[in-house]
């Protein structure tokens, strides 16, 4: 480092300074995140390159009760007893890999979800995941799981042109608040959320029809999925 020029050091310092700041910022902001609508980086870059962007926030407490249960089930069921990250979930992923390990699917919990979109990029990379991980482990901590899935539930993409949040996803998909969503149509709304780009739950597919069926069924048999979200 010595045998650097002078201005070359400088620079390789200063970029070692940015970075260090961009890697520690999220885990100063997160506290704050207790309140406020926070935005995912998918809605700020389209915010900066003149994109639609639909999104009313809305307080999980003004939500269809069987909304929250079922996206639970669909997106993570051990989220009320996790800690931010299901290892043997990862775990599991990672088996199912391909052996150069570029294409691990699944494996992440809501939690991990909602800091992806609310400080990472989209796309599947491990550089990403291992940004993720400890990520997560800390919004775990600092916020409490029922804040974690109203964040998650606000920032989602859930249609194809630009709709952010459940209820910009409900008035989409059936021209009604996310509070008057009936169970199917809640069922509907988590079935799409891997790609609500290609799925559609104003035009479902017979075969998005039998996810949600089954995801429905699922949330009248464990209507206690939900129980570290609700109010006390």
Avoid at 32 to 54: D, K, N
Avoid at 106 to 118: D, M, P
Avoid at 200 to 229: I, M, T, W
């Amino acid at each position: 480092m010595r045998s650097l020029p002078s201005g070359l050091r400088r620079v390789l310092l200063i970029l070692g300074i940015v970075i260090v700041v961009l890697l520690a910022l999220p885990y100063l902001l997160m506290p704050l995140y207790r309140f406020g609508h926070p935005v995912s980086t998918t809605m700020m870059w389209r915010h900066l390159t003149g994109s639609r962007v639909q999104r009313i926030y809305v307080p999980i407490a003004r939500m269809a009760p069987s909304l929250p249960l079922t996206v639970i089930i669909a997106e993570d069921g051990t989220f009320c007893r996790n800690r931010g990250v299901d290892f043997s979930a990862i775990r599991e992923a990672l088996h199912q890999a391909d052996e150069d390990f570029q294409e691990a699917r699944g494996g992440s919990t809501i939690t991990q979800q909602t800091v992806k979109n609310l400080f990472l990029w989209q796309g599947r990379s491990f550089i990403r995941k291992a940004l993720e991980v400890p990520l997560a482990l800390w919004m775990n901590l600092v916020l409490p799981k029922r804040r974690v899935l109203e964040i998650y539930l606000n920032i989602a993409e859930w249609g194809p042109n630009g709709e952010f949040g459940a209820e910009a996803g409900a008035r989409y998909a059936f021209g009604k608040s996310a509070r008057e969503l009936t169970p199917r149509q809640a069922a509907e709304l988590a079935a799409i959320l891997p790609n609500p780009v290609h799925r559609s739950a104003r035009v479902p597919s017979q075969q998005l029809r039998k996810l949600a069926g089954v995801y429905e069924r699922r949330a009248a048999d464990h209507p206690n999925f939900d129980v570290c979200v609700r109010s006390r």
